[in-house]
């Protein structure tokens, strides 16, 4: 597993640096609004992107884990790191996991 830089994008812009994507990742929440996981695959599969969420809702079930698909080829995939996401252990972080890695990259960006 490994913990994922957030990268700030400034008003006269950024072009974020991406990493290879491992199938366990932990990344910053932020303030749950402006903070965004950025997938790309160049793999000629899709790939499913999770967030895992933790506790449980109002009435005792297990929160569910949104899922999302990364396109094959040229996908490209942002997904928003919701306050709910925080692991809820302090660090202000949440997991992230992939379902294959191979040429599988990610930023996660903090717009503002």
Same mark, same amino acid.
């Given at each position: 597993?490994?913990?994922?830089?957030?990268?700030?994008? /400034?008003?006269? $812009?950024? =072009? @974020?640096? !991406? $990493?290879?994507?491992?199938?366990? +990742?932990?990344?910053?929440?932020?303030? #749950?609004? *402006?903070? !965004?996981? /950025?997938?790309? *695959?160049?793999?000629?599969?899709?790939?499913? /992107?999770?967030? %895992?969420? @933790?506790?449980?809702?109002?009435?005792?079930?297990? =929160?569910? +884990? @949104?899922? !999302?698909?990364?396109?094959?080829?040229?996908?490209?995939?942002?997904?928003?790191?919701?306050?709910?996401? +925080?692991?809820? +252990? $302090?660090? $202000?972080?949440?997991?992230? %996991?992939?379902?294959? %890695? %191979?040429? /599988?990259?990610?930023?996660?960006?903090?717009? #503002?």
């Amino acid at each position: 597993m490994a913990a994922l830089t957030t990268q700030n994008i /400034v008003a006269a $812009g950024t =072009a @974020p640096t !991406f $990493g290879a994507a491992a199938a366990s +990742d932990t990344a910053e929440v932020g303030s #749950g609004v *402006n903070t !965004f996981a /950025v997938y790309k *695959n160049t793999n000629a599969a899709s790939r499913t /992107v999770t967030v %895992t969420v @933790p506790g449980n809702l109002s009435y005792g079930q297990a =929160a569910p +884990d @949104p899922t !999302f698909t990364l396109a094959a080829n040229t996908g490209e995939l942002w997904i928003p790191l919701r306050k709910e996401y +925080d692991a809820g +252990d $302090g660090t $202000g972080r949440c997991t992230i %996991t992939v379902s294959a %890695t %191979t040429n /599988v990259t990610v930023a996660i960006v903090r717009m #503002g």
